[in-house]
């Protein structure tokens, strides 16, 4: 649970220490936003595997906050309210939270929430990040799962079909993250060759991976491209 991040939004801060007291009781990592403005600025910097919104916050509200989180991320979200109307209740999960918690909660309640939408999440999303891999031949990060056993690549529920050079590639850079490779390491790597003369081959084949990965259509980037270096996949 360590390595699992959660965000806590609320405009009552001693809300949100006290929310966060119990969460970090129980091994999560969290941070802590008193606006939904902050919280996106945080989202944009971190790995966030879960968020828990206050829907009643000045400026931009908790429903708002979720509608904007769902255009881009699609990791579990608990509302609080202290509106406790069904009707409030099926607008909040409207907007796309998966959870909806009234105000004043059970703390021990809320966390074994969390926990649950969690074990949910990593159920039905394989390629999600939240849970450690006991599987050493299966790597998943950047919402993907790559296993080296039956070379089955999924990317956001989706099964990628891939050619062989362009799945060692992939799971190079993967298994690899953070880590910078320039083409002639690339080539030699996964052609188990040397190179002997400038040529453009990994980058046809990265380029065509990028294009059934769907890159161009995807605000946050799996490979990277790092100008006059290489190419590396962010952890």
């Known amino acids: ?14 809300i949100a220490d006290l929310v966060e007291i119990y969460l970090v009781s129980d091994g999560y990592k969290v941070f802590k936003a008193n606006s939904a403005e902050d919280g996106l600025k945080i989202i944009e910097n971190e790995d ?3 968020a828990i919104l206050d829907i ?4 931009m509200d908790g429903l708002e906050m979720c509608k904007r989180i769902r255009e881009t991320h699609n990791f ?8 406790s109307a069904d009707l409030d209740k099926i607008l909040g999960l409207g907007t796309g939270a998966d959870d909806y918690v ?3 909660f059970n703390t021990l309640e809320l966390t074994a929430r969390v926990k649950s939408q969690l074990r949910r999440y990593t159920q039905l999303n394989p390629n999600s990040a939240v849970l450690e891999n006991d599987d050493p031949n299966e790597i998943r990060l950047k919402g ?3 296993n080296k056993d ?3 690549v999924v990317i956001e529920g989706k099964e990628v079909k891939l050619t062989p050079i362009e799945f060692d590639i ?3 850079l993967a298994s690899n993250a953070g880590r910078v490779f320039s083409t002639d390491e690339i080539f030699e790597k996964v052609w188990n060759e040397k190179v002997y003369e400038a040529n453009n081959t990994v980058m046809v084949h990265i380029r065509r991976l990028r294009g059934k990965m769907n890159e161009d259509e995807r605000e946050n980037k799996i490979i990277t491209t790092v100008w006059g270096v290489g190419y590396k996949i962010e952890r």
């Not at 579990?76 to 509106?83: E, G, N, R, T, Y």
Request: hydrophobic share 45%; proline share 7%; aromatic share 2%.
């Open 170 to 172: 992939l799971y190079l």
């Open 76 to 83: 579990p979200i608990i509302l609080l309210s202290a509106k």
């Open 48 to 50: 966030i595997h879960l």
């Open 102 to 104: 009234t105000k004043p």
């Open 1 to 14: 649970m360590a390595d699992t991040n959660i965000l806590v939004v609320d405009d009552e801060k001693e």
């Open 56 to 59: 009643m916050m000045p400026g």
């Open 150 to 152: 039956n070379h089955k």
């Open 144 to 146: 993907m799962s790559i």
